[in-house]
């Protein structure tokens, strides 16, 4: 199990939930809908917390998430499948991609231990936001490109 804290789920999980969908929107190239995108970010924030809480090995609930937002997208917020698997995917590689490049930082430029953060919910949060404001800036540039050729 990977627990999370209710801590980590407000200040991290929450906004996070919402950035994903945000870039699930972006990646799909669909018009947003405030009303489905607040829905699917609360549902999501839920699945992603309780995912974490189940007897699984690591690494598990990201390939049961990754097929849970897919489903929620496409019945939600009415996103074409192929587009749908398509941005979920770019958006969870890109997510991971962005948590491996704060990782490096972390442990290699500033020498610190990751073991000892991850393991104190308040640092790991404090940590980790970097990753999501890569994730956020990625998304929204990319968001910002979109309309400026449409």
Not at 88 to 95: H, R
Request: a positive charge.
């Amino acid at each position: 199990m990977i627990k999370l804290t209710i801590f980590e789920f407000f200040i991290r999980g929450i906004p996070e939930a919402f950035l994903f969908v945000f870039a699930t929107y972006t990646f799909s190239k669909t018009p947003i809908n405030i009303r489905r995108f607040l829905l699917s970010g609360i549902i999501m924030a839920a699945i992603g917390f309780f995912t974490r809480y189940l007897p699984i090995h690591y690494g598990v609930h990201t390939i049961l998430n990754l097929f849970a937002f897919v489903i929620l997208f496409y019945n939600v917020n009415k996103i074409d499948l192929m587009k749908c698997i398509r941005s979920v995917a770019i958006a969870m590689f890109l997510q991971s991609f962005c948590e491996l490049i704060n990782i490096v930082i972390i442990q290699f430029l500033f020498k610190q231990d990751m073991d000892y953060i991850l393991s104190i919910p308040k640092l790991k949060t404090l940590y980790g936001a970097p990753s999501m404001i890569i994730f956020g800036i990625v998304v929204i540039s990319y968001y910002i490109i979109i309309k400026k050729r449409s």
